[in-house]
Each structure stands twice: as structure tokens, then as C-alpha cells.
């Protein structure tokens, strides 16, 4: 059967979202409160109705809003039921869950859902017909190939999405990430192509396309990009790291272009000569005429005059005298060659800094807000902080691998409720020495910033011989928020005050950004300092929800890099405190770590990372710290894909086509023609619950990026629970799921096969009405 390249044309009923204001911090299942708990902005969505064919009938799926929920019994929430039409004919009222196999389904069958409250049925849901092959296929319009200034070919690969009602019409729209073949880490020296952002209706009509332009590099750790209706008028806004350059192109219903504009250069910048057609990537020759100046100026720093640095380069480098200064320019040249072409390379092999090109290190830095139903910018303002060198100061140039632009370039951002009621964007540079965070408000008009925390510079004595990981900032109190950042960052009410902190990996901000603790371990034997307390450190992988529900609050699962410096390889902590629950020391870059409910038969949330076979924390271990076998699953990406609580994984990168897998049960699914993003991590494009009942769904490109395939499952479900998208952490971890090294969305709940669910907080803004839904 040929599949559909498209969702069905019912789109809105599929995905839609009106985002408005709805009630509540959320009361245990059953408790009155004794006066209206405050509003929360959060998506009201519609029904959600989704039909897909199967070999037993017609599978149908649909929400349960949060507002409909009225309470819980052990086994799932309460709420309306539901009535299920296909055609003109009631063919079932539905009350324990929130979907059906219909065995007498046809491929023309047409399918409506009410909900029934008291005996009274409400709105019924739009029509929607089956799809043919278990998936929505979304078709993409693939940016054009293109050549760098060094003569490189690159071509255009879909990467990561978002979801947002864009344009208020009810339901979602598909932000896609357009990355080249030629991106790069940060680490990584070259020129790269061009990132776009595409705005998607379901039908694959592009709406817009926004070029971030020549000054904007290409890669995981530089363009994030929050998707959210930070004002609450009901179409969604895109916040991004922006440059001059950046353009954006509005689209007709033809696909024709009807409008083309650059992101204006702020007023200060335009009377300082910025033009929107400034270059400021560096070849390797404008990279050693940028050195030969800093080498020049090094007499007149203020960290040399007050005695913090060495006096001379032949001191810091620790060579012979050689040169008067201040230097002069044949001088500075002189520095800079041996510089380049004999100390950096005696330190390390891979110090080709003669070939360094690609980068942008100079030239303005931008956060822009877009309009997600035009895709015009709306607000561009500074980035907050600016990167104020190439990374001398941040350490770049301090460990034997010198990398210039590396730890100045690291780029978070995502989404959290840091008044309990109103998203707040939050953006933030740098994790490896100096942390930066800074959390903004959208109004409609002004972005305003509520908080900017900054750890500062570490000091160091010496700017090209003095590690200045693990060390505090100059910040008496924020000193400490150095080395503990992550390749994402989560938003969670960790200390239960009904806001939600920022979980910046190895430490947490409070609310009002100051620093509610940074974790520390002590050092053991065989570590690099036995004995010594130490800072958790930086990892790649971090898991915040309710891990163990026999134990109040949150968990965090957390991986570590540090190696024989890290007090631990894999850890978990409570998050209220940031405090070690358990965990094991690795001696090693512990690279990935996963999360998941694999095992019903093991009450709470399994835990696994990749540990060295034989340490505590190796293995598969249950959410108190036991070993429950040797062997793990997957570390890339999971997805609640059964109707039982579980959870399952997604595998496959690169060239592998991507399967979702269950521990006990084998593979359920195989994304066939598909392929996953990232490289080695292999992240689907996006997983979320943007279909159906409260699974999520798995979002995954064509091999030839032609469209994004959208696979949500047909076993059928036993458990009533609201949509996902009602828990306010779970939804703002969508909206950042895109950041750095993807992570899974987690609920600000305990979510399992073993979920008594009179124990967990009613949906934000539930009431008794339930007649909310459409």
C-alpha cells in the first residue's frame, strides 16, 4: 500500500493545541483545596484523535485533557469518559483509558470522540479517517546544497524539531533544525554551511524559513532553539542565538516567497558601521593576524599589569627572553609564528592552529524573538554575555589541547516556570569553566530579563598553563557553578515550592537564580587526589523526575566525564539537596546513561549508564541502587511506547535504521526507510506526546530527509492518564529537548507499570468540571 505524505486532514484534530491559561500548582488526587490554586499558562489542547489501521481493525488513541481530570483511583486517573462514533454510529463508551481497537474499522471508516460527563456528552471531536501504514509523514522542503569559502561541497539533512501552535489555528506546528553535513563541534576547526529553521503546518506547508547566516556555525552546541508561547496570547515564539546576517523568508499557501527580511541590527551596533552582510568567520590567516594583536596588547592587560599573569610571554611560555616590550608588530609576529608553528604543537600533536579556520569569534552576538505564525523577529537584543575573547580567558588556551572558541561557544536553552504560573526562556553560555544563565520574559512587546547568573572568570595565573576545570569563579557565591554544567539542562520544581528551578547538570539555580547547591564527592582511592572533596563535574547524559516514588521528592541520574578527577562515574542524587543517594567512581569518561521503567517487576525506575563491568553502579540497577543484572539497554533515546506504563528505547545511529525496542519483549517497532540525527547518539528528531493518549510519539526523518515520519503505537492501553503535555515539567523539557546532546522529557512524576497514582499530583489546572474538552 502506498503511504500517505501526509497527515490526515483532520490535522487538527490530531495535534491541536490553544494555548491558554487553565488552573493550578496541582493538589494529591482526592484533596479540596481550600481556595483555587493559581493559574498556570499552559496548552489547552483538543481531543487529539488519531485512527491508524492494524492487522486486528482500526486502532484509536486520544487525550484526556488535564482540565478533565477529577481525581485518581491506585490504577489511573478519573475523569470524563467517552463516547466513540464511527460514522453516525455510537460504537462504544469508553471509561477506564483513552483509546479502542475498533475490529470492524475500514480503511474509509470516519471516527469522532465526546467526552461523557455526568451522563451529558459534550463537543465531539473532528472527524479523522485511518491511516494506512502507522504513521503521519510530514513533507519537508530540504535547503539547497552549498560551498564553503574553502571550496567544500555540503549537503542539507533534517535534524532536531519542536512543537508549538505557531499561528493560533489550533494545532501544532513542526519547527526542523536544517543542519549541514559539514557541522562540527565546537571543537572542531572548518568552515560549515549555513543553519536553517523551518516553521511546518502538519500538511507540510512551510510557513517560514529563518537563515541564521554566515556568522552563526553549524553544530550541536551552538544553535538551541525554545519553541513556547511565552505570552500567553496563543501562538507560540521562537527564541534563538542570532547574528547579523540572520534572515527570514515568509511563505505563501503556493510556497511562493512573499516576503524576505533580515533580524535589524540593534541601534547601537548600526551606528558602529554593523552591516547585515558582515563576515566574521576567520581563515586561518585572519585567525594569526587576531593572535598577533592579543600577543601585541599583552603588556597592557589588566591581568599582566596587576600582577595575575606573567609579565612576559617567554614567562608564560616558559622559554628564554627574547623580545622587548611593549611588543613591537614584527615582534608580535615573530611570537605568534613560534607560537603556532613550534610551542603549541610541542604541547600536543593536535595543535594544527595553522589551519585554523571556520570559526566566529568576533563580531556581534544576538538573542532574537520570532513571531512563530510569520516568522518575522520581533525583539533582538544582545546575547547575555557576550563572549569578550576567543577564549583566552575561558581556559581555551590553558590545557595542552589548545582549543580557541571551544569552552567560550558552549550554548544551552530551554523553557521553565520560574514563578510557577508564566514560562520564562532561559539561555546560557559556557559549563567547562566560566557557567552563565539568564533567564528572560516575553510580553508581547519587551523581553526583559528576570535574572543573569554568572559564576565569572575562574582566575588562573597562568592563561596557557593552568587548569581551570573543577576550580570556583570569581563570584563569591556563583564561584561554585563552574565545571558543573551538562550538554542540556532541565527545568523542575525540585525543592516542591510550586516554581521550578533550572538543573544545570552537576548544580542547581533556584528560581530567583541564585545557587540552591552545587554537588561535591569525596575523591576516593586510586582518583587523582585521594581524599580530596570534589565538584561532581560535567557529563553528557542527566535524568530529573521521580525516580523512586518510596522516597519523596525527585531524583537525578547523572553520568560523569571527570575521570580519575570525578568523585563519581555514574551518580543518583536527591534534587531537592543535589545530595549522593548512590552511586560508583569510574576512573574514566563515563559517556551515557538512560533512564526507564524496564523492568514492571521491580518496583520504581531502573537506572543504567556506562560503567566499567565490576563497579557498584555497573549493570542495571533499580532506583535504590541494587543490581539487577549485567546486561543494559540502550542509552540513546527512550519513548513511552507501551500501554502499561513502561518504558522503551529507541536504537539506532548513523546508517542503522532505528528500531523501538522493549527489554523483555524485543523489538515492537522498525522505523523502516527511516534514520536517526546526531551522529553516535542517535536521537529521533523528536519524542513527544504530540498524538493520541499520553504515549509519546517518536518523530524521525526519511533517510533522504524528504519528510518526517510520525509513528505513535496501537497496543492497546488499560491506564487513563492525562496527556503529558499537561505536566508543566514535561512539557518544557519537550520544548528543550532539542539542546546540545538530546535528553528524554521527563514528568515532574513518578511514571511506571507500578504507579499507584492516588500518590501523585492532580494535573496542573484540574478541575471537577470536566467539561473542558473539545
Known sequence: MTPRRFLPATAAALLAVLVASSAGGGTLAGATPADPAPEVQLEQLDRGLVALRTDAGVHLSWRLLGTEVTGATPDG????????YRGRERIATVTGSTNLLDPDGREGSVYRVAPVVDGVEGERSAPVRPLDQGYGEIPLQRPPDGVT?????????????????????????????????????????????????????????????????????????????????????????????????????RLDSRGRVVAERAVPIPAHDRAAGVRTDDDHRWSAEEYAEHLQDVLQG??????????????????????????????SEADAREATDYFIDVWAPARSSRNDLRTFEGFVLTGPEYLTVFDGRTGNPLQTVDYEPGRGDDGLLWGDYAMSRIEPGNRVDRFLAGVAYLDGHRPSAVFARGYYTRATVAAYDWDGKTLSRRWFADSGHVPMTNPFSDSPHGRDGSDPELGRLTTQGFHSLSAADVDGDGRQEVVYGSATLDDDGSLLYSSTGTLPGGSADPGAEARLGHGDAMHVTDLDPARPGLEIWTVHEGGASAPYGAAMRDAATGEVLFGAYSGRDTGRGMVGDVRPDVPGTEVWASMPVGTSASGLLSADGDVLGTATPGTNQ????????????????????????????????????????NDTKGNPALVADVWGDWREEVLVRTADSSAIQVHTSTEVSRLKLATLMHDPQYRVEVARQNTAYNQPSHPGFHLSASTDW??????????DAGRGGR
Not at 492516588?758 to 478541575?767: D, H, I
Open 638 to 677: 527512550s519513548v513511552r511506547w507501551a500501554g502499561d506504563g513502561t518504558t522503551q528505547l529507541v536504537n539506532g545511529s548513523r546508517d542503522q535504521t532505528p528500531t523501538i525496542d522493549d527489554w523483555t519483549r524485543g523489538t515492537l517497532r522498525t522505523l523502516s526507510g527511516t534514520r536517526t540525527n
Open 149 to 249: 569559502p574553502a571550496g567544500e561541497r555540503y549537503s542539507y539533512a533534517a535534524g532536531d524539531m519542536s512543537v508549538a501552535d505557531l499561528d493560533g489555528d489550533s494545532s501544532y506546528e513542526y519547527v526542523v533544525k536544517w543542519d549541514p553535513s559539514n557541522a562540527k563541534d565546537v571543537s572542531q576547526k572548518g568552515y560549515t554551511g549555513n543553519v536553517y529553521l523551518d516553521g511546518y503546518e502538519a500538511d507540510g506547508r512551510l510557513l517560514w524559513r529563518i537563515d541564521l547566516g554566515v556568522n552563526i556555525r553549524a553544530g550541536a552546541h551552538y544553535t538551541q532553539f525554545p519553541v513556547y508561547d511565552f505570552d500567553g496570547d496563543g501562538r507560540a515564539e521562537l527564541m534563538v542565538k542570532t547574528a547579523p546576517g540572520t534572515t527570514v523568508q
Open 758 to 767: 492516588t500518590t501523585v499530583p492532580l494535573p496542573p489546572n484540574a478541575t
Open 298 to 327: 599583552w603588556s597592557e592587560r589588566e591581568e599582566v599589569v596587576s600582577g595575575r599573569w606573567p609579565a612576559t610571554l617567554e614567562e608564560a611560555w616558559g622559554i628564554e627572553p627574547r623580545w622587548d616590550y611593549p611588543l
Open 77 to 84: 486517573m478519573t475523569g470524563a469518559d467517552f463516547a466513540v
